[in-house]
């Protein structure tokens, strides 16, 4: 075989199917582009296709390998290598009709590394481009090229190359670490390596190279993470990276470039493509420059965000993110962004609910700057604004409590913290934690007289011990909170507490109370237009006339609060009625409205997975009522999973009495959520 000829590559793992793909494009002379980030494996791929018994049948010895990073980006230069692969004796090639070894036999070609020639701000990229194109249309040629850059002629057979799957990975770093003792240790690096080849063959080779075993090596990775990967023969990950950030290409990107790079790197989740102009908008023609990292193969496309593999996110990203003025820019873009109040009944609630497909990259940045920049206000202020969009949007628990619990009881953001934390956790059913947190805010908020904070806490307080079964310390709390509220004037506040008042005295069986109280509230807002708090106060109506068992008064209740949530979407609002209406009706054994209602509950837990819980448990009551066991047990099931993850002690404790029941009668083994 003429030409460059390197031995056929070490077993590689887990692309069979895509090598058989090639192959047969091959063999029916179809042009083949494999395109993919430095280090994916399209050489390795590439050569094991040369190598191919089929291909070996198809083309003889008519197979021929050019690397394209050894030879100047010219015209001349890529048809004097061509005439030398061939073997054509032609020194200097004026074009490819000259190369008579064209016209016999079957013929393979492959371009190594054509980004090196193709590269579309190289100075003679368009004369390379068309070399290539018009060898591609030669009846018996079949031109493969491997390539970073995706500016290809149309006529190639486009193939994106994949990173590895999880067992494929395994098998990778195995074979070369020489060990059959498996770890999840190693599970966990080769899937923070987001399965990358070169990353994975370059760790397991330096372990191997240095005899560590795999605490050694989990330690090293903890340490140094991706400045592990150099072995003694000076291959690394760098190296490949460093490579396409010099290509001309990129270069020509401009001096924000590396940086913007940078920035995309530091996120989790990369940038979202339809929140560029508001995050960079001093940068000019910012989504021709993410298209360009894409078409370099630097990044790509998930789900509409930017983003890009994992080495490559922990090589490119600031080492130092309080020294990347970008980043910084960026980083208050989004402090502006969530510092708006959250309310239902203003226009812009349905605005603040861009967190729910940014909350991963949001928590990172807080995460890292309360880390390096512990004493700034705005950093703890972002954070509490941050839980409080969560808390409306995106219930779900996050990864600050321990730091905003860790901060000095002087610190002015503490109390605000501890608030919206607390929020977090009664969203998620943990109410112990709930009622923990709210009591540390109350005393450091008491301690600095703030006498507004106060009152919203003893209102929460209320609403903690009531969740948790303790109504009398709840009325307590409740009647705490309405004495300063009178003496302040605050009818709005006097309403939302005598709302809580109101489900915390039907609880206690106080029912003319509870009535007496939701009542007032309605009186108290009336005049206010607080929308969500009237459609509150007729659903805590409907509950108080449901306990008494006056059936019809409460379903009217209901059916007011169903008109006025409706109105403004308010799908926590909405969830509660429906929730209310199927409990309703299941007590009064009308099953198929029970039902009905809710499966309409269910549509509106998008932003709640306890709400959804709640449902499922709620529905596998309502099938245990009428004897269909089987559709019991598997709600049952699902919303013990549901609780399990959110860490919902009480009401994993309820799933599994009712699970209980269910085997009972099914008198069959049932596993816990």
């Known amino acids: 075989m003429l030409g460059e000829s390197p031995p056929l590559p070490l077993r590689i793992f887990g692309r069979d199917q895509f090598v058989e793909k090639m192959v047969d494009l091959a063999e029916n002379l179809v042009p083949i582009a494999l395109i993919g980030a430095g280090g994916i494996g399209k050489t390795s791929i590439a050569l094991t296709v040369l190598h191919h018994d089929r291909v070996k049948l198809r083309f003889g010895d008519n197979r021929r390998f050019i690397r394209c990073d050894q030879f100047p980006a010219s015209r001349a230069h890529l048809l004097r290598r061509l005439s030398h692969a061939i073997g054509a004796g032609v020194e200097n090639p004026e074009d490819l009709t000259s190369l008579q070894a064209f016209s016999s036999s079957n013929m393979l070609i492959v371009f190594d590394n054509a980004e090196s020639i193709l590269d579309p701000q190289g100075p003679n990229s368009q004369e390379i481009y068309d070399v290539v194109d018009e060898l ?14 995706s500016t290809i002629p149309p006529s190639f057979n486009f193939l994106d190359v994949p990173t590895l799957s999880i067992d494929t990975a395994r098998d990778t770093f195995y074979n070369i670490y020489n060990s059959d ?3 999840n240790l190693i599970n966990n690096i080769l899937e923070q390596l987001d399965f990358h080849p070169l990353s994975i063959n370059l760790l397991a080779t330096v372990a191997y190279q240095n005899k560590w075993g795999v605490s050694r090596l989990a330690r090293e990775w903890e340490q140094r993470r991706t400045g592990v990967l150099q072995t003694d023969h000076n291959t690394s990950l760098a190296a490949t990276i460093e490579l396409s950030l010099a290509s001309p290409l990129f270069q020509e990107l401009g001096p924000d470039a590396r940086e913007l790079l940078g920035v995309i790197a530091f996120f989790p989740q990369g940038i979202d493509e339809n929140n560029f102009y508001w995050l960079f908008p001093a940068i000019l023609n910012g989504t021709g420059i993410f298209y360009k990292f894409c078409t370099l193969s630097l990044t790509y496309r998930s789900n509409r965000f930017i983003t890009m593999l994992a080495p490559f996110r922990d090589y490119l990203s600031p080492k130092d993110p309080k020294s990347s003025p970008l980043l910084c820019t960026t980083k208050e873009q989004y402090f502006t962004r969530m510092s708006i109040s959250i309310n239902p009944n203003k226009p812009n609630f349905r605005e603040s609910q861009w967190i729910t497909s940014e909350d991963v990259n949001v928590e990172h940045l807080l995460d890292v700057f309360t880390t390096i920049d512990e004493d700034s206000e705005s950093v703890w202020r972002a954070c509490a604004c941050f839980i409080q969009h969560l808390v409306w949007h995106k219930k779900r628990l996050v990864t600050l409590g321990s730091k905003i619990e860790g901060l000095p009881d002087y610190h002015s953001s503490k109390p605000e913290c501890l608030f919206e934390l607390s929020r977090l956790f009664c969203s998620v059913g943990n109410q112990v934690e709930y009622k923990r947190l709210l009591t540390q805010a109350l005393a450091l908020e008491r301690e600095r007289r703030n006498l507004h904070q106060v009152i919203r806490i003893l209102r929460h307080l209320s609403d903690a011990n009531r969740l948790m079964g303790l109504p009398e310390e709840g009325i307590r709390r409740a009647r705490e909170a309405l004495e300063i509220l009178e003496r302040t004037g605050d009818v709005v506040g006097q309403a939302r507490c005598s709302i809580k008042l109101a489900l915390l005295l039907c609880d206690d069986q106080q029912l003319d109370a509870a009535e007496e109280a939701a009542s007032r509230a309605i009186e108290l807002i009336t005049e206010k237009g607080s929308q969500s708090l009237v459609c509150e106060s007729h659903r805590v109506l409907g509950n108080i006339h449901r306990s008494k068992g006056e059936m019809e008064k409460a379903v009217r209740r209901y059916e007011v609060a169903l008109k006025i949530a409706s109105s403004s979407n308010w799908h926590g609002g909405l969830f509660q009625i429906h929730h ?7 007590d009064e054994g009308r099953f198929d409205d029970a ?8 549509l509106h837990t998008a932003d709640s997975p306890y709400n959804l819980g709640c449902a499922m448990q709620q529905h596998a009551w309502i099938w245990y009522e009428q004897d269909r066991f089987e559709e019991a047990k598997s709600e049952a099931l699902r919303a013990a999973d549901v609780f399990e993850t959110l860490g919902a002690t009480k009401d994993i404790d309820n799933c599994r009495m009712l699970l209980r029941r269910i085997q009972k009668k099914l008198n069959d083994p049932v596993t816990s959520g």
């Open 136 to 149: 591609s249309g030669f009846s018996n040629i079949c031109v493969c090229i491997t390539s970073r850059i």
């Open 181 to 183: 003792d498996r770890s």
């Open 580 to 586: 209310a209406l199927a409990g309703l009706y299941h």
């Open 595 to 602: 039902h009905a209602h809710i499966e309409r509950a269910k």
